[in-house]
């Protein structure tokens, strides 16, 4: 069965930090790269990082330096650590397969505000 459950996100100051984790099922995790994806009210959802199965990563430019990626392979866990936050950060948060899955999670909503 297709899982993808995302978890960590909160209310946080500007400069903040999350931690933001996501528990896939092991046919979606396998060897497959994986990424973040990001959702603000009233913007499409965009790629924010991703990580292939060795470990090679990418990030989109706003949040390089600020946010790591990071996935255990032996517990098909993907994590996201997002430091130095702003509020333009604010989105709900969905982590997924690339090439993407038509399934989504719920995602976890990341609120950053005074």
């Known amino acids: 069965q297709v899982q993808l459950v995302e978890s960590g996100g909160g209310l946080v100051q500007p400069g903040g930090s999350l931690l933001l984790s996501c528990a896939a099922s092991?046919?979606?995790?396998?060897?497959?790269?994986m990424a973040w994806y990001r959702q603000a009210p009233g913007e499409q959802r965009e790629l924010v990082a991703s990580?292939?199965?060795?470990?090679?990563?990418y990030y989109i430019d706003s949040v390089k330096g600020r946010f790591t990626i990071s996935r255990d392979n032996a517990k098909s866990t993907v994590f996201l650590q997002m430091n130095s936050l702003k509020a333009e950060d604010t989105a709900v948060y969905y982590c997924?397969?690339?090439?993407?899955?038509?399934?989504w999670g719920r995602g976890t909503q990341v609120t950053v505000s005074l």
């Open positions: 997924q397969r690339l090439p993407p899955l038509p399934y």
């Open positions: 092991i046919d979606v995790f396998s060897l497959a790269p």
């Open positions: 990580i292939a199965h060795n470990s090679n990563t």
